[in-house]
Each structure stands twice: as C-alpha cells, then as structure tokens.
C-alpha cells in the first residue's frame, strides 16, 4: 500500500479501534508461548474446505470484505458456519462459530481512509495471544523508523515482549489491488487462526476440497473501547 494513502494518525486511530472489547484474547501475561503462536503462523494445510459468502448479499457493503474462511481438514460438503457481520468505527466486525463444535471465532478488520485493511485481529486464541495481521507499508515503516525486530519478536513493528506480552503479529499481509475480504486459514485442532492473508498473495494449502456458501446476517454491533495503540505496536 502506497504510505501516502495511509497518512499516520489516521492509522494510530484506527489502530485504536482494531482493540476492541469484543476482542475475547485470555490472560495478557508472560505465560502465553508466542513461540508456538509464532510457529503456527507458519504452517501451510495440506488440504481444506473453503466458505465464502453468498451472492445474496453481494450489493451489501459488508459482503466486499467478509472473510473467506479455510477450515483445515474440512470435508466436502461440511455444514458452513453461520457468520455475522457488524460495523466499527473504523471498518467491521465478522463472528462466526464452528457448527460442529461450537467453537467462536472471528476477526476485525480495521480500514485505512483510503478503504484498504490495515490490521486484521482473531477474536479468539486458545493460546490467550492477541493475534494481529499487519499491512506490509506498516511494518516497512516500523523497521524504517526503528531497525530490526526485538529480542523474542519477528517483526519490528511488535513492542518487546516485556511491554506487551500478550500481543504478536502473526504475519504482514500485501494490500491487494482492491479492497476485498481476506483468506483467514483456520486451524483444525482448536479453529484459531493460522494466518490472514490477502486473496492476492500465494495460497498456504494445497488442496481445497469444496467451495460452500455461508449466510452473512447483520449482528450485535461492534463496541469500541479506547486504548493507546503505542501500547500494542511500534508506530
């Protein structure tokens, strides 16, 4: 994303908003493995059934960038979840839950003025982290401003471990050249998430077996809470 679309306090604005109270993160504390967060992050699916939304509510503005979700492991012909949708501040809110297990699940999606996503957020982690995804124009101006990443992290726009020890970046993300709903990789064993990524950057799984519509219903709307994002990123 060109930096002169994403001028620097609208970002540390919306940056604020992405932390939400409907964040559900567990304990911030030096207890959570960011190492295993770290490694998750990582890992491509050897297969996995994708759900998209359907066309009936294609002229809705939530439906451009409701998320693709990619259940590893998931059979042909899975039941989808039911996914709601809820508008922010600063960009929207999409919850779903694991119709098998009923594990909840979501992200937040944070927009820049010019429309494009900034930050992604999971609103769940069984590990307690809270799980960011960065646009790559934030994470080169971090390193820009700042060097290498910290001791214990991977990116340098992430704050020590000492500062902030319940938030990690699991990945940067490249904007795209179209503001659309992202790929959010899901991992079979506890349905966190693995990674967010853009629809135009390289897949991370190999087979995807089946291609099923969800239902995008309005939600709950999103609350905001306010919070200094100097406190979660290097900016």
């Known amino acids: 994303m060109n930096l002169s679309r994403?001028?620097?306090?609208?970002?540390?604005?919306?940056?604020?908003?992405?932390?939400?109270?409907?964040?559900?993160?567990?304990?911030?504390?030096?207890?959570?493995?960011?190492?295993?967060?770290?490694?998750r992050t990582d890992r491509d699916f050897e297969s996995a059934v994708m759900f998209r939304p359907d066309?009936?509510?294609?002229?809705?503005?939530?439906?451009?960038?409701?998320?693709?979700?990619?259940?590893?492991?998931?059979?042909?012909?899975?039941?989808?979840?039911?996914?709601?949708?809820?508008?922010?501040?600063?960009?929207?809110?999409?919850?779903?839950?694991?119709?098998?297990?009923?594990?909840?699940?979501?992200?937040?999606?944070?927009?820049g003025e010019d429309g494009f996503p900034t930050v992604y957020e999971a609103l769940h982690?069984?590990?307690?982290?809270?799980?960011?995804?960065v646009d790559m124009a934030l994470e080169q101006q971090a390193a820009d401003a700042f060097g290498p990443p910290l001791p214990g992290r991977r990116f340098s726009i992430e704050r020590g471990i000492e500062e902030t020890p319940e938030v990690a970046i699991g990945a940067t993300f490249e904007p795209?050249?179209?503001p659309l709903g992202p790929f959010v990789y899901l991992w079979s064993e506890s349905h966190d998430v693995n990674v967010v990524l853009c629809r135009c950057m390289a897949p991370r799984v190999f087979d995807i077996v089946d291609s099923i519509a969800y239902t995008l219903t309005p939600g709950d709307p999103a609350a905001d809470r306010a919070s200094d994002p100097a406190d979660l990123l290097r900016l």
Do not use: M, N
């Open 6 to 39: 994403a001028i620097v306090p609208v970002l540390l604005a919306t940056l604020a908003s992405a932390c939400s109270d409907t964040t559900e993160p567990g304990p911030a504390d030096s207890s959570i493995d960011l190492e295993a967060v770290y490694a």
């Open 176 to 178: 795209g050249t179209t």
């Open 125 to 133: 982690d069984s590990s307690g982290a809270r799980l960011l995804f």
């Open 55 to 111: 066309d009936a509510t294609a002229d809705d503005p939530a439906h451009l960038l409701a998320p693709l979700i990619l259940v590893e492991g998931g059979a042909a012909g899975s039941a989808p979840p039911e996914v709601t949708y809820a508008k922010t501040e600063d960009g929207w809110e999409y919850r779903w839950a694991d119709p098998g297990s009923g594990t909840r699940q979501g992200i937040r999606v944070t927009l």
